[in-house]
Structure formats: structure tokens, C-alpha cells
């Protein structure tokens, strides 16, 4: 069939209940050429979509489990999309991993994959089949209920270790949904039944967005897992990264796992993350966004966009030092953390951190606080806030919110959002809330679930954000 279509450059299968080979060579064809290659020499584009009975693209044996066998060949696929196809296990089958790329160049123009609604796939990638997809720019995976891991270990022999690098060496985005058995993304060796989702033998180092969402069994984040002893500091550079979204993902209790790496005083690295838009969203556990100072190891100087979302664990953001790094940061997006009490902690660990008595936010144009039941103030310690381009402030169900901080406040004359679009200008955020409280007893910018939606909802799915 290939060698009638040789100028076929995109071929779309959907909905064909029935269909269980896209190619099937019939018996009547020579026993001789059995072994040869059926090469789509054209072919850029290949969807195969709601294709319930579908055992594989080509085969002469019907009852084959994996999609592609090494008797066809995809030259210049660049994009290909497998959604709800229930009875495929494996993508690739052993023969095709086996094949050189000198042998076989298959998929080795890919660069973005799409893999949805397999219900049986246990994992996409086999180790072998890594140096083919080193073109692959956008690898997405939805809803696979069996997968565990999203590349699976190379295999070894008896006795050996497998210290192998996983290497994506031009992937700038990588979006995980709706995987509730993912326990890492490598299936590495490890005594240890708890993995990082990331760990040492992965690189990403032109990576620019990444995306987990409601990846229910993965216990440790960790995009870089930056770890002592563990990683090689020339697999952390990522400082490309744009996006990292987080979100439904129920066994999270932190997403910067820096235990074990130490900056020196006055030492001046290059920051070994950096983020421009975090979000985090609906997890539960979550009680800190990192677990030691990150100061010198997050490139927090960059960060411009930050929304936390549904953490019912999470007392507070930043401790005082740690937000004076935060000298990009636009937009603060702040909901539904039912038990925080301030912004930035007071203290730490009891004791109140010696720094500058002014802390500057010069770039922060939005805040915005919703539905923060116990949030009594922004910061509670006697710190002085430079707000200089601050406009608009949203302040919705938060009634324990009687004081801003306990300092002085100094920024412009801004825009106070009470009901949807509907709002006051002031000049001091302090006295504001005193006056609220005191004079009116009101509880501060209170809004009904009936009024309209304001121009916040743009930052509450950075996601769509795409400046």
C-alpha cells in the first residue's frame, strides 16, 4: 500500500469501530518479501483516533499487541496523535527498538506526540527507542490509567547496573493529565517504593512549560530534584523553563525538594532553576513550596506570575528574605487555602530573620486574595512594604483580614475591587482595612458568588497566560 501512496503527507483515521490493521498484506503476496520495510516516505502527519478494535498499523499477523512493527517505516513523521485506542499495550514493538538508526531512520523526525485514552498502554516510551526521538519539541500523555512510568528501563543484564541519562535534548513541553498510577516518569532502580517523579538520570535542558495535572500517585514532584550527591549539576540546566503548572495532584507535600545543596555566603552562582509563571493547584498536602531556603539555588528573580490554588495544608508563601527576591513578580494570585495566616511568614523556624526593615515589590501590578478564611494579614511582622506599581488589589472573603502589615505601606493610589468591576480608589491599604473594620464593622471587600467575574480570572489558569 505504501508504494501506491507515495506522495501521502497526512493520514487521519477516526472512528472505525471495526478496523484492526490500518495495513494488512494479504496472504497472496511473495513469501520473499515478508522481511522488507514499507516506508511512508512523505508522510508529516499521522492521527489514528476512537479505533476500539485497533491491534496494529501493519502487520501480517493480526493478533500483534504493538501499534508499529519494524515492516513499516514513518522517514519524516513529524507529528502523531494516538487517542482511544483500548486494546494497544505497547507502542513499539522489540524488532523496531532493536533496528539501528543507521538501519531504520523511523520516527526520527518526530516532534510532537500526543497519547490520550489508552487504557491499556502501561508506558509509551522503551529505552531503546530514546535515540530516535531526540527531534521530539512537544510530548503530551491524558488519561492512560495503566501507565506507571512514561519511559521504561532499558534492559540489562544479570548483574549489571543501569546508570543510563535520559536525555530529551530538544523537549520544550511536556504535559502529564489525568495519569492516577504514574509513579515517575523513568523507571529507575531503586529499594525505595516512593520515587521523585524527576529524578537524576533525566534532562530536559531546553524545557519551557511543564504540566502535571491530576497525577494522583506521584508523592514527590521534584522537577529537578536537586539532591546532593545525586545529580550532576550540568543535567540542571533548565533555565529556559516558562511554565510550571501543578495541579490535582494528591499526595504532594512539596514541589522543590533543596535539601543537601548549600550556597555560601556572597558566593555568586547561576541560579540552577528558574521559573517565570508557577502555578499550583488543588493539593492537598502541599504544606511548603520548597523545603529549605532557596536563596541562591531558585532563580526567584524572574519569577513574574504566581497563583496558589486549593492548598489546605499551606500556612503561608515566603519567608521575609525569600520575597525580597521576588523583584519581577507582576501578578500574586492567592485562593481557597483555607488555614494561611499570612503571605510571608514573620518568622522562621521562631526566629524573626534580620534583614532590611523594607521589603520591595517594584514590579507587582496585581493582588489578589480570595475565600482566605484565617489570612489576618499580609505580613505579620513590623515590616515596611514598597508597592510603587501596584494598581489593583481584590480582596474577596477574607475576614479576618484587619491589616495589611503592621508597617507602613508606600505605593500609589490604586484600585480596591469590592463587587466584580465595581471598587474604590485608595492610597493606603492599611488604613483601608482599619476602616472597613472600625467604622463600618464590614467584613473588608466582601463580593456574593453571584457577582460577575473581574479581570483576575485571567491569572487563575496560567495555562491560558500566554504572556
Not at 501480517?60 to 513523521?77: D, G, I
Request: hydrophobic share 40%; proline share 4%.
Amino acid at each position: 500500500m505504501p508504494r501506491q501512496l507515495p506522495k501521502l503527507e497526512r493520514l487521519e483515521v477516526r472512528e472505525c469501530r471495526e478496523l484492526k490493521v490500518i495495513v494488512l498484506k494479504n496472504g497472496g503476496e511473495e513469501e520473499e518479501n515478508n522481511n522488507n520495510t514499507n516506508s511512508f516516505l512523505q508522510l508529516t502527519s499521522l492521527t489514528l483516533e476512537d479505533l476500539q478494535s485497533l491491534k496494529s498499523f501493519f502487520t501480517y499477523r493480526s493478533e500483534t499487541q504493538s501499534l508499529f512493527t519494524s515492516q513499516v517505516a514513518f522517514p519524516v513523521l513529524e507529528y502523531l496523535k494516538i487517542r482511544k485506542l483500548p486494546t494497544i499495550i505497547e507502542i513499539w514493538d522489540k524488532q523496531l527498538l532493536i533496528a539501528s538508526e543507521k538501519e531504520s531512520k523511523s520516527f526520527c523526525q518526530l516532534k510532537g506526540m500526543t497519547v490520550s485514552d489508552c487504557e491499556k498502554l502501561e508506558h509509551v516510551v522503551q529505552f531503546n527507542m530514546l535515540p530516535r526521538l531526540q527531534n521530539l519539541n512537544i510530548f503530551r500523555e491524558d488519561n492512560c490509567p495503566k501507565v506507571e512510568v512514561v519511559v521504561s528501563e532499558k534492559e540489562k543484564e544479570e548483574g549489571t547496573t543501569n546508570n543510563d541519562i535520559i536525555v530529551f535534548s530538544q523537549l520544550t513541553t511536556l504535559n502529564l493529565y489525568n495519569l492516577v498510577s504514574l509513579k515517575s516518569f523513568y523507571n529507575w532502580s531503586t529499594r525505595s517504593e516512593a520515587q521523585p517523579l524527576f529524578n537524576h538520570q533525566v534532562s530536559f535542558p531546553r524545557l519551557e512549560t511543564l504540566i502535571l495535572n491530576n497525577c494522583v500517585n506521584s508523592r514527590e514532584i521534584h522537577p529537578w530534584n536537586v539532591q546532593a550527591g545525586k545529580i550532576s549539576l550540568k543535567f540542571l540546566d533548565v533555565a529556559n523553563l516558562n511554565k510550571l503548572i501543578v495541579r490535582n495532584c494528591s499526595e504532594v507535600a512539596e514541589v522543590f525538594q533543596l535539601e543537601g545543596l548549600n550556597v555560601g555566603e556572597g558566593q555568586h552562582v547561576r541560579p540552577l532553576i528558574e521559573v517565570r509563571m508557577m502555578e499550583l493547584d488543588a493539593l492537598p498536602k502541599l504544606t511548603c513550596l520548597w523545603n529549605k531556603d532557596p536563596h541562591g539555588i531558585l532563580g526567584l528573580q524572574i519569577l513574574q506570575y504566581l497563583t496558589i490554588k486549593k492548598c489546605s495544608l499551606l500556612r503561608n508563601l515566603f519567608t521575609c528574605s525569600t520575597a525580597m527576591a521576588l523583584q519581577q513578580l507582576k501578578v500574586l494570585y492567592l485562593e481557597s487555602c483555607p488555614v494561611m495566616e499570612e503571605v510571608i511568614a514573620a518568622t522562621e523556624d521562631g526566629l524573626k530573620e534580620v534583614i532590611d526593615d523594607v521589603i520591595g515589590f517594584p514590579k507587582l501590578e496585581w493582588l489578589i486574595l480570595k475565600d482566605l478564611p484565617n489570612l489576618n494579614s499580609f505580613c505579620n511582622a513590623k515590616y515596611n512594604f514598597n508597592l510603587p506599581s501596584l494598581h489593583r488589589v481584590v480582596l474577596e472573603r477574607c475576614p479576618n483580614m484587619h491589616n495589611f502589615t503592621f508597617g507602613q505601606v508606600r505605593m500609589s493610589q490604586i484600585f480596591v475591587s469590592t463587587h466584580g468591576y465595581d471598587g474604590l480608589q485608595i492610597e493606603d491599604l492599611n488604613k483601608y482595612l482599619k476602616e472597613r473594620l472600625l467604622l463600618k464593622g464590614e467584613e473588608c471587600a466582601t463580593v456574593d458568588k453571584n457577582d460577575h467575574y473581574g479581570d483576575e480570572g485571567q491569572f487563575s489558569n496560567l495555562e491560558r497566560l500566554s504572556e
